[in-house]
């Protein structure tokens, strides 16, 4: 069966207004950490739905540029969906066979919630696995825009043990009360029922979610959030297996952070424009390397 964890974006009533330090409870957002300016990057507004999707194209392609560079594949394994912002009721994936570092924006495939090639590269066919994960964590979930998943090292590792990530530092606290376990592997998720009961795991509000003996997945309202939200956790995979490691072979106890401190700090660093803010030193640095992958602002269309 498959185990779900509370979540929250709110501070639990027990410790509002502040955290067990006495921290004072403000308003969500990035202005939290940009000081004596604003913050240099607000979630864009869009009264034209096809340029927003153009812009969406091209973050989603960015993002498979920083998963492709950080090592997150394994074969043709490992997909990055985002809802269509013209069409709703469609989302966007990555063609089968490409790999993360080639990808771009023109690369990507509409299809329809029954599997249907609409719209894009409709050329090339697509993960069946990722359209069953990916086709009904959208439908479960109205909030959610975009969903990355692949098999990387650390997130594979960690998922064997069937077990939430502890708060053993400042980062990993983002995830406190967002993410859950699914427990019950059913071998490669190319069956709808498969996918049905992955998005019945992350439940109404969990973003991110450990699949046992496979991988992690995680969500966002933008495809920014969801990949910086992946990198996030990620890491944190690899230090708690380290911290882990390090308690077994010293006998040394680990300090594990409060429940207060960390709904505190999950409440301050844990909203989408503080997400979306996080990933752009990732995707700046993509643009830098080879900006390639924005098709559209560069005028290509292949």
């Not at 699949?211 to 969801?226: I, M």
Request: proline letters at 4%.
């Amino acid at each position: 069966m498959s185990t779900t964890a509370t979540a929250t974006t709110d501070i639990p009533s027990e410790i509002k207004p502040a955290s067990g330090k006495g921290y004072t409870v403000t308003t969500q957002g990035a202005h939290n950490i940009a000081m004596g300016n604003e913050n240099p990057h607000k979630i864009p507004k869009f009264d034209d739905k096809y340029k927003e999707r153009e812009w969406v194209l091209e973050h989603m392609a960015g993002v498979f540029r920083v998963f492709g560079r950080r090592g997150f594949t394994e074969g043709s394994a490992g997909h990055i969906s985002v809802r269509d912002p013209v069409d709703p009721t469609t989302f966007w994936i990555n063609p089968l066979g490409i790999h993360f570092s080639l990808l771009k924006a023109s690369d990507m495939v509409r299809v329809d919630e029954d599997g249907n090639l609409v719209g894009g590269n409709t050329a090339a066919p697509i993960n069946a696995a990722g359209f069953a994960i990916h086709s009904a964590l959208h439908k479960a979930r109205p909030d959610i825009n975009a969903a990355c998943h692949t098999h990387s090292k650390f997130g594979k590792a960690y998922s064997a043990f069937g077990k939430p990530l502890e708060m053993i530092n400042q980062d990993v606290c983002t995830l406190y009360n967002n993410h859950c376990v699914y427990s019950d592997f059913g071998g490669v998720a190319i069956e709808a029922a498969e996918g049905d009961a992955i998005a019945k795991a992350v439940g109404e509000k969990n973003r991110c979610v450990i699949l046992q003996n496979h991988g992690l997945l995680t969500a966002g309202s933008t495809v920014d959030e969801a990949g910086y939200l992946y990198t996030l956790m990620e890491n944190s995979c690899e230090c708690q297996l380290l911290a882990d490691a390090a308690s077994s072979a010293t006998g040394k106890e680990k300090k594990i952070i409060g429940d207060s401190e960390a709904a505190y700090t999950a409440y301050m660093n844990g909203d989408p424009e503080t997400l979306y803010l996080e990933f752009q030193n990732d995707l700046a640095m993509e643009k830098h390397y080879d900006d390639s992958f924005m098709t559209f602002t560069k005028g290509q269309t292949a």
